[in-house]
């Protein structure tokens, strides 16, 4: 089976690697009373920056420098989303209005009939969505009842949402995430999956020193080899000696099976000069076709090749297809379009089970093992 998915992780146009901080501050009320919001929750998508307002309604965020998208929830109000660059900060407090919600929510109760459909497309969007991996295996979906999961919509289609932000448990990498799921969609027939959301993560500091050290070996594990850590190196030029070796792909119609497709895999290698274009300060990815991405320093997991009938290879193949013309690509890893690529093969099949915030920074020495 080959893994196809387009990430929609990375809701935001970039933020850097930076020491340097910036206090961001403000209060949050309602748009028609001007009154403040008590417990309002303020974070940034995809990192470990977030605070909730105190009962004046007021917050506070120390960043490091970059661009960010800023996401602002309180239950009963429409959510609040935008983007920010920390230098367009001005020391002073920011007021946020909210627009309370006229509608009546929809509730569903613990207690209340599911039929057998419901379960077995919670297994499914549980499968696709934090994934098959060591570590997605173990995350736990803490209100999987707020779910609403609809494959009659549009047949052959899994659309999945919420009516609450997603509390996800994952212990292996020790975080906690709040997931506002924006889009979820998975294509029975073709095997392709879409989603989008902004995260927050949220550490866990109650581990003891033992368990702190396991965690951050998963976390390291979970790095090495995945999109964020390539996209980092593509952006360093330092992708030869992070261990990826990178080949043109060619791609053409099997006259045989309709809908099959036959690969061929260039012998040259290539590094990252080949596809990212640099504009003054800014790199962008851009190139035709498609790349085979080989990762050298970590196994295939015993979970990826079950049913495919063939052994455990030692490397870590992947191919990327850039579907925009042209993405901008930062520092962190991230992308100006989170769209703009489809990632298939082992990459593909990583999903939010792995995922780390864009401000995880690998400080620590890294072993060949098995991801």
Same mark, same amino acid.
């Given at each position: 089976?080959?893994?196809?998915?387009?990430?929609?992780?990375?809701?935001?146009?970039?933020?850097?690697?930076?020491?340097?901080?910036?206090?961001?501050?403000?209060?949050?009320?309602?748009?028609?009373?001007?009154?403040?919001?008590?417990?309002?929750?303020?974070?940034?998508?995809?990192?470990?920056?977030?605070?909730?307002?105190?009962?004046?309604?007021?917050?506070?965020?120390?960043?490091?420098?970059?661009?960010?998208?800023?996401?602002?929830?309180?239950?009963?109000?429409?959510?609040?989303?935008?983007?920010?660059?920390?230098?367009?900060?001005?020391?002073?407090?920011?007021?946020?209005?909210?627009?309370?919600?006229?509608?009546?929510?929809?509730?569903?109760?613990?207690?209340?009939?599911?039929?057998?459909?419901?379960?077995?497309?919670?297994?499914?969007?549980?499968?696709?969505?934090?994934?098959?991996?060591?570590?997605?295996?173990?995350?736990?979906?803490?209100?999987?009842?707020?779910?609403?999961?609809?494959?009659?919509?549009?047949?052959?289609?899994?659309?999945?949402?919420?009516?609450?932000?997603?509390?996800?448990?994952?212990?292996?990498?020790?975080?906690?995430?709040?997931?506002?799921?924006?889009?979820?969609?998975?294509?029975?027939?073709?095997?392709?999956?879409?989603?989008?959301?902004?995260?927050?993560?949220?550490?866990?500091? +109650? $581990?003891?020193?033992?368990?702190?050290?396991?965690? /951050?070996?998963?976390? =390291?594990?979970?790095?090495? #080899?995945? !999109?964020?850590?390539?996209?980092?190196?593509?952006?360093?030029?330092?992708?030869?000696?992070?261990?990826?070796?990178?080949?043109?792909?060619?791609?053409?119609?099997?006259?045989?099976?309709?809908?099959?497709?036959?690969?061929?895999?260039?012998?040259?290698?290539?590094?990252?000069?080949?596809?990212?274009?640099?504009?003054?300060?800014?790199?962008?990815?851009?190139?035709?076709?498609?790349?085979?991405?080989?990762?050298?320093?970590?196994?295939?997991?015993?979970?990826?090749?079950?049913?495919?009938?063939?052994?455990?290879?030692?490397?870590?193949?992947?191919?990327? +297809? $850039?579907?925009?013309?042209?993405?901008?690509?930062? /520092?962190?890893?991230? =992308?100006?379009?989170?769209? #703009?690529? !489809?990632?298939?093969?082992?990459?593909?099949?990583?999903?939010?089970?792995?995922?780390?915030?864009?401000?995880?920074?690998?400080?620590?020495?890294?072993?060949?093992?098995?991801?």
């Amino acid at each position: 089976m080959l893994y196809k998915i387009v990430f929609g992780l990375f809701l935001l146009f970039g933020s850097y690697l930076s020491f340097a901080q910036t206090v961001f501050k403000g209060v949050i009320e309602d748009s028609k009373t001007g009154q403040p919001i008590p417990y309002a929750t303020v974070f940034l998508a995809n990192t470990t920056f977030g605070t909730t307002c105190d009962d004046e309604g007021k917050f506070s965020l120390n960043l490091p420098d970059g661009n960010y998208e800023v996401i602002v929830r309180m239950l009963g109000y429409e959510g609040l989303t935008f983007k920010l660059p920390t230098d367009i900060i001005k020391p002073r407090e920011y007021r946020f209005r909210l627009v309370a919600v006229d509608e009546e929510l929809e509730t569903l109760n613990v207690n209340d009939t599911r039929d057998p459909a419901w379960f077995k497309n919670l297994k499914d969007f549980k499968s696709y969505f934090l994934g098959t991996t060591y570590n997605g295996q173990a995350c736990e979906l803490e209100n999987d009842l707020s779910m609403i999961l609809d494959d009659q919509s549009l047949p052959g289609t899994l659309i999945a949402s919420s009516r609450e932000i997603l509390k996800i448990h994952n212990p292996n990498l020790g975080y906690r995430l709040d997931y506002l799921l924006n889009d979820f969609r998975y294509n029975y027939k073709e095997g392709f999956v879409t989603y989008g959301g902004y995260p927050l993560f949220i550490p866990d500091t +109650t $581990l003891s020193t033992r368990k702190q050290k396991r965690v /951050e070996k998963n976390r =390291l594990e979970a790095y090495h #080899g995945s !999109l964020q850590h390539f996209l980092r190196s593509v952006y360093t030029g330092t992708t030869v000696s992070e261990g990826f070796e990178i080949r043109r792909l060619y791609r053409k119609d099997d006259p045989k099976y309709p809908g099959e497709y036959i690969d061929s895999v260039g012998t040259e290698l290539i590094t990252s000069l080949a596809f990212r274009k640099n504009r003054e300060t800014r790199a962008f990815l851009e190139f035709k076709g498609h790349l085979q991405i080989t990762y050298l320093n970590e196994r295939e997991s015993p979970q990826y090749i079950m049913g495919m009938g063939r052994n455990m290879r030692n490397t870590q193949t992947s191919i990327v +297809t $850039l579907i925009a013309e042209s993405l901008e690509i930062f /520092e962190n890893g991230s =992308l100006s379009d989170p769209f #703009g690529l !489809l990632m298939e093969g082992y990459i593909g099949w990583e999903r939010v089970g792995d995922l780390l915030p864009i401000d995880y920074l690998n400080t620590a020495e890294f072993k060949r093992g098995v991801q």
